[in-house]
């Protein structure tokens, strides 16, 4: 108890030091450049105060849990030699951090109320909200089959280089046939999928994963999970914007 309190101040004192460039760049251009009185300076105040605290209670939970689990997952698969149960927990775990995603929701809902609106689908709520769930759903294949693929590399020891090079070709091409209003919403897609719950799981995978197999490195095959789950949801809501409204 006594090293977690400790850890907890440490985790405090780090956030405040994160947030006071935040804190003094809004208060110079509010002070000195706009040169007008802060509204509800004490309620702003008493929120910093629950910023500072949630963030640190977070990381802290992310070091305390997220991280030890998903490296110890990562180890059991590996000792296991089950490579369809290692594959299977990899999409499982892309594809359940994401379809829940409270950015993606929002994304996915006001993506689909432009598209009724512009007339690209019919202006009702169900074929919107249909949009939006197909819209969620794709994206959160996309990021499964994007740990899969992060995952098989790190198995193979293949450079990550190579991944992103071709991926990255794949989607300028698919940009050139794919409809203008989905453009947008697919490179957004890749942002708002590496969330806070995805990002610590699927690091902690990775570099236990190198960790745990013999010959990998975990600095240079451990990372580059969280790329690939950027990357192929782009291309994944450009497929759909083709199928879709193609």
Do not use: C
């Not at 702003?44 to 305390?64: K, N, P, R, S, T």
């Not at 294949?141 to 794949?170: C, D, E």
Request: aromatic letters at 10%; charged letters at 10%.
């Amino acid at each position: 108890m006594f090293d977690v309190m400790r850890g907890m101040t440490a985790q405090i004192a780090g956030t405040i030091r994160d947030l006071a460039p935040i804190v003094l760049v809004v208060g110079f251009f509010q002070i000195v450049v706009l040169r007008q009185p802060v509204d509800g300076l004490g309620e702003i105040a008493f929120g910093l105060l629950f910023v500072m605290a949630g963030l640190a209670i977070f990381i802290q939970g992310l070091e305390m849990a997220l991280f030890p689990i998903g490296e110890s997952l990562a180890d059991a698969f590996a000792q296991k030699g089950s490579l369809f149960w290692l594959l299977a927990f990899a999409f499982g775990l892309g594809f359940g951090t994401t379809v829940a995603e409270p950015a993606l929701i929002a994304v996915a809902a006001e993506a689909a109320g432009i598209m009724a609106e512009g007339g690209a689908i019919p202006k009702t709520e169900s074929a919107t909200e249909g949009y939006a769930l197909a819209l969620r759903y794709t994206v959160a294949v996309s990021v499964g089959t994007s740990i899969v693929i992060g995952v098989w590399r790190i198995l193979k020891g293949w450079p990550i280089q190579w991944f992103i090079i071709a991926g990255y070709i794949l989607v300028v091409a698919l940009t050139t046939v794919a409809p203008a209003e989905i453009i947008g919403i697919a490179y957004d897609s890749g942002g708002v999928t590496t969330s806070t719950i995805t990002v610590p799981l699927v690091t902690a995978l990775g570099v236990g994963l190198a960790s745990a197999i013999k010959g990998r490195n975990p600095m240079v095959d451990g990372f580059g999970l969280i790329a690939f789950a950027s990357l192929l949801p782009i291309v994944f809501v450009l497929l759909f914007g083709i199928v879709v409204q193609g």
